[in-house]
C-alpha cells in the first residue's frame, strides 16, 4: 500500500513493464484513465461485481460493474466505461471521503455489507483513521451500485498506517457488533477491532497480535511489517469436522514471509463468541514472497488451502499451496507477471468461482483464470 510521497517513489515501487505470458489465461477488464490512480483493494459483492478501494487520486469507493452480471446497466453518475476485447465493464463511483488521503482494507461483515477503512497517514504524528460501512441492501436492485454510507468507528486511536482488514464472524451468523482484525503496518501488529452492538455501548479496540513475523525488520529505513490479512475457517476445508476456528494468514512485505497463525473461538462467560489468538505460534508457510493482500481458500485439487499473493515489488502474482498432497510444505507458481499488484479476490458471479481478480497501483483490474485448480 501507498504509506508515504517518499515510499511512492521508492525504487521498489518504479514502474514495472508486462513480461512474459505464464499458464495463466490473464485479461485486463478494467484500466482507469488516469494511470497513476492506486487500487489498494478488492472485494467482490454477491451480485459478483467487485467493490475497490482507493488510494490515490483520491479516498474512493468505486464499484466495477462486470458486464457478464449486468448486461444491461443503467446510468450512474461518475461513471467511466471501457471495453476490452468482447467484454465490457464500468466504474460506477459509490463514495469519495474527501476528508481522507486513502482507503485500504475492505472487509465484508454481512451478505452485501462492507467495513471500508479510511485514513489520513502522511504524517505519522498527526495519522487519524476510521471505519466506515457500504450497505448495499437498502438498494432496490441488486445490480444497483447505491449504498447506505455509514460511520463505524469514528476513531481508531494509536493507529499509524492501517493496511489489511478481515473479518473472523460467519456472514449469516454474526450478530449486531462486527469483530475484524486489522493490520497496521508501521505499529507492526494486528488490531482486533469490535464495533458496539448498540448505541450506548463502546467500541472494543486492542492489540491482537503482535509478534517478530508482524514487525518490521531490524534497522528498516521504512518501518512496515504485517501487510495483508485474510480469515479462513476450518469449516472451509472438506475434510474438516468442525467449523470451531481457522487461521489468520498474513502477509510482511519487507521480511518477504507469508504466514498463519491459529485462532480459535471461544466462549466467555457471557456466551458470546469471541475469536482468540490460540498462544500460537505463528508459522511461516513462504519466504521470498513480498506480498501485499492476497485471497486464500482450500482446494480439493491441490489437497491443501492455497493463497494468491500479490506481489507489487517483483510485480506478480504468486500461488502458494500450503502442504499440498505432494506432502511439501509449500509450493510457489506465478500466475502474473510485470504488474504492480496489490490485492486479489475470488469471483462469486455466475460461472466465475475459478476466476481470480486483481487489482494493481497502474489502475488495471485483471482476471486470471485458475481453470478450476
Not at 66 to 77: E, K, M, T, Y
Request: hydrophobic share 40%; aromatic share 6%; proline share 5%.
Amino acid at each position: 500500500m501507498k504509506l508515504s510521497t517518499t515510499i511512492r517513489n521508492a525504487a521498489f515501487l518504479a514502474m514495472l513493464t508486462p513480461t512474459s505470458a505464464t499458464p495463466y489465461p490473464v485479461r485486463t477488464l478494467y484500466q482507469f484513465a488516469d494511470n497513476a490512480t492506486w487500487i489498494e483493494n478488492v472485494a467482490v459483492r454477491p451480485n459478483g461485481n467487485l467493490l475497490v478501494t482507493l488510494l490515490a487520486p483520491s479516498a474512493d469507493l468505486y464499484e466495477i460493474v462486470l458486464s457478464n452480471n449486468h448486461p444491461s446497466s443503467g446510468p450512474s453518475a461518475s461513471n467511466t466505461t471501457t471495453t476490452t476485447g468482447t467484454t465490457a465493464v464500468e466504474a460506477r463511483l459509490v463514495r469519495r471521503f474527501a476528508a481522507y488521503e486513502g482507503l485500504t482494507g475492505i472487509a465484508e461483515t454481512a451478505p452485501d455489507v462492507f467495513a471500508v477503512l479510511a485514513g489520513n497517514y502522511s504524517d505519522p504524528s498527526t495519522a487519524s483513521w476510521s471505519l466506515w460501512e457500504a450497505d448495499f441492501t437498502s438498494s432496490s436492485s441488486s445490480s444497483s451500485s447505491s449504498a447506505a454510507i455509514n460511520e463505524l468507528v469514528p476513531s481508531i486511536p494509536n493507529a499509524l498506517v492501517l493496511n489489511g482488514m478481515t473479518t473472523t464472524a460467519p456472514l449469516l451468523q454474526r450478530d449486531d457488533g462486527v469483530q475484524l482484525l486489522i493490520s497496521d503496518s508501521t505499529a507492526g501488529h494486528v488490531l482486533r477491532v469490535t464495533t458496539a452492538a448498540a448505541a450506548d455501548d463502546d467500541d472494543d479496540i486492542a492489540v491482537y497480535l503482535a509478534d517478530d513475523p508482524t514487525t518490521s525488520p531490524p534497522n528498516a529505513s521504512l518501518p512496515t511489517g504485517v501487510n495483508g490479512v485474510r480469515y479462513l475457517p476450518d469449516s472451509s476445508s472438506s475434510s474438516s469436522s468442525s467449523g470451531d476456528g481457522g487461521y489468520l494468514y498474513f502477509t510482511n512485505t519487507y521480511r518477504a514471509l507469508f504466514c498463519r497463525v491459529r485462532i480459535d473461538d471461544d466462549d466467555d462467560d457471557d456466551g458470546n463468541d469471541e475469536a482468540v489468538a490460540a498462544a500460537a505460534k505463528v508459522e511461516v508457510l513462504a519466504e521470498g514472497v513480498k506480498g501485499d493482500d492476497f485471497a486464500v481458500r482450500w482446494e480439493e485439487g491441490s489437497g491443501g488451502v492455497v493463497a494468491y499473493v500479490t506481489d507489487g515489488v517483483d510485480g506478480e502474482v504468486v500461488r502458494v499451496v500450503v502442504g499440498g498432497r505432494s506432502g511439501e510444505e509449500e509450493k510457489k507458481d506465478v500466475l502474473v507477471e510485470g504488474e504492480k499488484a496489490t490485492s486479489a479476490a475470488f469471483g462469486r458471479g455466475p460461472g466465475d468461482g475459478d476466476v481470480l481478480y486483481v487489482v494493481t497501483r497502474g489502475g488495471k483490474v485483471l482476471a486470471v483464470d485458475l481453470g478450476g485448480s
